[in-house]
């Protein structure tokens, strides 16, 4: 069964090989730690070296005003972690005895600073030098990285025997297709949330519509309502409702952007809302890879499967293909899959243990090439389009047929494009339930690490929600302090034994306050 080329395996033992990574924010650090933790790096037989554009680590977690286009982050003042942070956090290294359930982003900020330095990071990162572009030398076998030194604004070309693409997506913005919409951002009255800071963003704006049911959208309503202003929130698939003595309007999704004049929107159920000052659109983020020529990285949806394409894609919805969620399944023409990785890539999971075991999984392929079994990988993938196919084909069944499915704002390139692909695309690295840990477990089994998902993390992940609302209320209260008061203090597996008794005794609370809820 041959699906690709032979891939290109450069790995060399007694050659000492250079890794490129792109970004020095969680992905970034997570892969500079693990590759520290190597016998090849600390043989001297691995170096690494990253670039990151801004003039500190931290990545998303690193406030930025929003004056560029796109800012460099779309952190918002009153962001906390949607996890607790034991679930959230790097295996390694835990957060301080007695922090916050959920941190707010200058506590997130501080830990990933601490994570570099304790695990002597910092003289790995080159800080203030973006990756202009990268390009692959087959004759000499190796990757062709030019950055920029912002300090002098000198260019320099770096050549790199492997290239870890590390650089997040929560920066380009996506806004929908929705008709009408384009008018109002240009007329000033839209804006993603990536330009969202706090209330003040709105001037004297009176009531705000804001797009998306996700973490960001919950947060900017709850932000908005605290600032005294009505709120329209449009959420797919949700049913009409008026909330806080009507300031707070639920609805579904948004059909059409009407007249400016009368702040009018129109829903897909017909209804109608005016008197609307502002949108925000907390729509998501498009993958975006500058560094890539459009001629290798092709930005459109991929052709159907099988056959696995020839080239690799990016259809601003996923990556594909790529074995693993992270190898470009391509063969050897521009991208060895034994020579390059992305990571980060998966959504709807908790990101810092899942980096860890896509980190083990990449430097055990770099280190053993023949370990990525092409024929096999072309076959999960092509089981997993089969999957989504028929999974995508059965909701459009019960749902309108012109409708673009729920995920999915529109057409990249023109109205030709086959919206079921584009599900397929939007599906593609999310993770539903339990996946994520079957995934992580199954990446550590690949790498032959010895190291598997603890039941306490699925069963909090699980109960996040829960947690988070209960949180809050003690906040409000004025009792989380007391709660985490020396909590996490322990050692060893102490650490984690006392953050998890804490979790089940604030599920125990919810459970006195709404036993309603454990007769669901």
Request: hydrophobic letters at 40%.
């Amino acid at each position: 069964m041959d699906f690709l080329p032979t891939l290109e395996a450069s790995w060399n033992q007694k050659t000492q090989q250079h890794i490129c990574i792109i970004g020095s924010g969680p992905s970034g650090l997570a892969a500079l730690k693990i590759i520290r933790d190597s016998q090849q790096f600390k043989g001297g037989l691995w170096t690494a070296t990253a670039f990151e554009a801004r003039d500190k680590v931290g990545g998303i977690w690193l406030p930025a005003p929003p004056i560029s286009n796109p800012p460099s982050t779309p952190l918002y003042d009153s962001l906390t972690t949607n996890l607790p942070h034991p679930v959230m956090a790097y295996t390694s290294f835990p957060f301080p005895a007695g922090t916050s359930l959920f941190p707010p982003a200058s506590t997130v900020l501080k830990y990933f600073e601490d994570y570099a330095a304790h695990f002597e990071l910092n003289e790995h990162i080159r800080l203030n030098t973006p990756v202009l572009s990268i390009t692959r030398d087959h004759t000499a076998g190796k990757w062709t990285v030019c950055v920029r030194a912002l300090e002098t604004s000198a260019e320099e070309t770096h050549d790199f025997d492997y290239v870890i693409v590390a650089n997040g997506h929560y920066r380009l913005p996506r806004l929908p297709a929705t008709p009408g919409l384009g008018e109002w951002v240009e007329a000033k009255r839209a804006v993603h949330s990536v330009y969202y800071r706090n209330p003040s963003t709105f001037g004297d704006a009176k009531t705000v519509l804001v797009v998306g049911g996700g973490p960001s959208g919950q947060d900017l309503v709850t932000d908005l309502l605290a600032s005294g202003r009505n709120v329209v929130h449009s959420v797919t698939g949700a049913a009409p409702e008026n909330l806080h003595d009507g300031r707070l309007k639920v609805r579904g999704r948004i059909a059409q952007y009407g007249d400016l004049d009368k702040g009018l929107v129109t829903f897909e159920d017909g209804s109608e809302e005016s008197g609307i000052d502002k949108a925000v659109l907390a729509t998501g983020y498009k993958f975006d890879f500058p560094f890539f020529p459009t001629s290798v990285l092709r930005p459109s949806i991929p052709p159907p499967v099988p056959p696995l394409p020839g080239a690799l894609y990016n259809s601003t919805y996923h990556i594909f293909p790529l074995a693993r969620h992270v190898f470009p399944l391509v063969g050897a023409d521009e991208f060895p899959s034994s020579t390059v990785a992305f990571l980060g890539i998966p959504i709807r999971v908790a990101p810092l243990p899942l980096l860890e075991a896509q980190m083990r999984a990449v430097l055990h392929v770099f280190e053993h090439p023949e370990s990525l079994d092409p024929t096999q990988e072309a076959i999960d993938i092509i089981s997993r389009y089969e999957t989504l196919r028929a999974r995508v084909a059965q909701q459009r069944a019960s749902s309108s047929p012109t409708q673009f499915p729920d995920g999915v704002d529109g057409p990249i390139s023109g109205p030709s494009e086959d919206p079921v692909e584009l599900a397929i695309a939007a599906a593609w690295h999310r993770f539903e339930g339990h996946e994520q840990f079957q995934y992580r477990d199954a990446m550590h089994a690949f790498a032959e690490y010895p190291h598997r998902v603890p039941a306490w993390e699925i069963e909090m992940y699980d109960a996040k929600g829960i947690l988070r609302e209960e949180w809050r209320d003690l906040e409000r209260l004025g009792q989380a302090e007391e709660w985490v008061k020396d909590v996490g203090a322990g050692e060893g597996e102490k650490v984690a034994e006392e953050w998890v008794d804490l979790m089940r005794k604030l599920l125990r609370r919810a459970e006195e306050r709404h036993p309603e809820r454990s007769r669901l």
